[in-house]
T-cell receptor, first 116, second 112 residues
Framework: DAGVIQSPRHEVTEMGQEVTLRCKPI?????LFWYRQTMMRGLELLIY????????DSGMPEDRFSAKMPNASFSTLKIQPSEPRDSAVYFC??????????????FGSGTRLTVV | SQQGEEDPQALSIQEGENATMNCSYK?????LQWYRQNSGRGLVHLIL?????REKHSGRLRVTLDTSKKSSSLLITASRAADTASYFC????????????FGQGTELSVKP
């Protein structure tokens, strides 16, 4: 398996533009997580899906952020409009959930977003 | 506030020495995990210890968990320069649907 695949690896955009980050989880995994990492705030969980359904989006910073998981093999995180403070590395992770336990928790390589 | 808090924030040792990092957390957990992140890269899962386990080994890694003190430690024995990275503990809090909460990490530097 190629692991969790994120695209793009790097994104530079102007303030006010729409940004879409993409994630392909590991085949067979049923849980997907979006995290954001900054120096100031560390790693923050933004949203978590189980079986393609959003379970917890309490970490989504504001209405400018939205995430979808239309099927088991694809998820997007959209920021519209983007602001300079959104600059961060965004990670996607997937796992196989069984009850309260998660197996094979795997992170993608991340998307480094710079909003100028 | 962060569920997991690592200590120390930074650690610098010589190759061959052991490195110990500690993690404290606040609520009951299903399990606790340790991850490594090399500069500019993604996170790599190192080891998972369940709440009913007290110690676990994987190669040069030894993890302990004390649920009464809500703390864990990661020991890397016979460290190598290639172990230089940031190390994060992450807790899977009980009854929170499986989300992982990360600490701020310990930056380990192993000098050759």
């Amino acid at each position: 398996d190629a692991g969790v695949i994120q695209s793009p690896r790097h994104e530079v955009t102007e303030m006010g533009q729409e940004v879409t980050l993409r994630c392909k989880p590991i085949s067979g995994h049923n849980s997907l997580f979006w995290y954001r990492q900054t120096m100031m705030r560390g790693l923050e969980l933004l949203i978590y899906f189980n079986n393609n359904v959003p379970i917890d989006d309490s970490g989504m910073p504001e209405d400018r952020f939205s995430a979808k998981m239309p099927n088991a093999s694809f998820s997007t995180l959209k920021i519209q409009p983007s602001e300079p403070r959104d600059s961060a590395v965004y990670f996607c992770a997937s796992s196989l959930r069984s009850g309260d336990l998660h197996y094979g928790y795997t992170f993608g390589s991340g998307t480094r977003l710079t909003v100028v | 506030s962060q569920q997991g808090e690592e200590d120390p924030q930074a650690l610098s040792i010589q190759e061959g020495e052991n490195a110990t990092m500690n993690c404290s957390y606040k609520t009951s957990i299903n399990n606790l995990q340790w991850y490594r992140q090399n500069s500019g890269r993604g996170l790599v899962h190192l080891i998972l210890i369940r709440s009913n386990e007290r110690e676990k080994h994987s190669g040069r890694l030894r993890v302990t968990l004390d649920t009464s003190k809500k703390s864990s430690s990661l020991l890397i024995t016979a460290s190598r320069a290639a172990d230089t990275a940031s190390y994060f503990c992450a807790t899977d809090p009980y009854n929170q649907g499986g989300k992982l909460i990360f600490g701020q990490g310990t930056e380990l530097s192993v000098k050759p």
